[in-house]
């Protein structure tokens, strides 16, 4: 069974399927996100884990996305 993951932009109302996880999206594209990739290693480094990894680094990042 193949299950689909999208980001709507809050902006626009554009559909944004994601091609793995929420995360990888935001890791690609990070400013479409609010984000620059300086900040992004930052949040990981936080924590302690590997980028991309889905922990708590994660949910921050994902967190203040959606934000």
Do not use: N
């Not at 689909?4 to 399927?17: N, P, Q, R």
């Not at 890791?27 to 620059?36: H, K």
């Not at 991309?52 to 934000?67: N, Q, T």
Request: glycine share 12%; hydrophobic share 35%; charged share 35%.
């Amino acid at each position: 069974m193949m299950k689909y993951g999208f980001w709507i932009d809050g902006g626009t109302g554009e559909v944004v399927f994601c091609q793995r996880k929420h995360i990888d999206e935001v890791l690609s594209q990070p400013e479409r996100f609010g984000f620059t990739k300086d900040r992004v290693v930052a949040i990981y480094e936080k924590y302690g884990e590997r980028l991309g990894f889905e922990g708590f680094a994660r949910e921050e990042i994902l967190r203040e996305a959606i934000r």
